[in-house]
C-alpha cells in the first residue's frame, strides 16, 4: 500500500451520507447486514463521526464496496454509485451555499470543482479535460485507495450542475469496473441542456 493511500482522507459527511444512501437504497435490513460487515474501524467511525471531521478513504470505500454489490456489477452498480455521489453533494451543500451556487456560471462551477475535491478529500485529483456549452468531461488520478472515486465524483458535479440550473441528460464513466475500481485515467463525461 502507498503512502497516499495511507494518508488520504475524505471528509466525515461523506462517509455517514454514503451509509444513509445504501440505507434508502436497499432498506433497513439489507444495510443492517452491510454495515455488519464493516471493519471495526468503520463501524466505530459512523457512530462517532462528526461532518467535518476526516475519515480515511479506506472506510468510506467500504460503504461504496456495500452499494456497488448492491447492483449487478455493471450498470446498475455504476448508476447506483453515481446516485450516491448526487446524494452526498446534496448533503454537503447547505442553504447558503445553494443560493451562491444559483449565480455560479457552467465555467465557474467547472472551475471550482478541483478547489470543492481538495476541501473535501486529502488525495486525489479531478481535472477539466473538455469543457463546452453543453459537456464537461473530467480525468481522475491519485486515486489508489478511494474505490469508485470517478463515478460518485460524477455524481457530485451532476448534483452542481443541476443546482447551477442545467439539466444533466447523461453521464458517461470510462475507466471503471467493480473490479478496477480506482484506476487513474478514468473518467466521466456529462452532458446537459440549459
Not at 20 to 32: F, H, M, P, S, W
Not at 53 to 72: N, Q, R, T, Y
Not at 161 to 172: F, R
Request: glycine share 8%.
Amino acid at each position: 500500500m502507498g503512502e497516499q493511500s495511507l494518508d488520504f482522507n475524505v471528509r466525515g459527511y461523506m462517509f455517514v451520507s454514503a451509509v444513509d444512501y445504501l440505507r434508502q437504497t436497499v432498506g433497513e435490513q439489507e444495510a443492517k447486514r452491510a454495515i455488519a460487515a464493516f471493519s471495526p474501524q468503520a463501524r466505530h467511525l459512523l457512530e462517532t463521526l462528526k461532518s467535518a471531521d476526516w475519515c480515511p478513504v479506506s472506510v468510506f470505500s467500504e460503504a461504496l464496496d456495500a452499494i456497488s454489490k448492491a447492483g449487478d456489477g455493471g450498470e446498475r452498480s455504476k448508476e447506483l454509485l453515481i446516485k450516491c455521489g448526487t446524494h452526498v453533494a446534496m448533503e454537503a451543500t447547505n442553504t447558503f451555499l445553494k443560493l451562491f451556487m444559483k449565480m455560479m456560471s457552467t465555467q465557474l462551477l467547472v472551475k471550482k470543482v478541483p478547489d470543492l475535491w481538495r476541501r473535501d478529500c486529502s488525495g486525489g485529483k479531478l481535472v477539466v479535460e473538455n469543457l463546452d456549452d453543453h459537456s464537461v468531461r473530467f480525468a481522475t488520478s491519485g486515486m489508489q485507495g478511494y474505490k469508485h472515486a470517478v463515478c460518485t465524483a460524477a455524481g457530485f458535479v451532476s448534483f452542481g450542475l443541476g443546482a447551477i440550473g442545467k439539466t444533466v441528460e447523461s453521464v458517461t464513466v470510462q475507466g471503471w469496473s467493480p473490479e478496477k475500481p480506482s484506476e487513474d485515467g478514468a473518467t466521466f463525461e456529462l452532458t446537459w441542456r440549459a
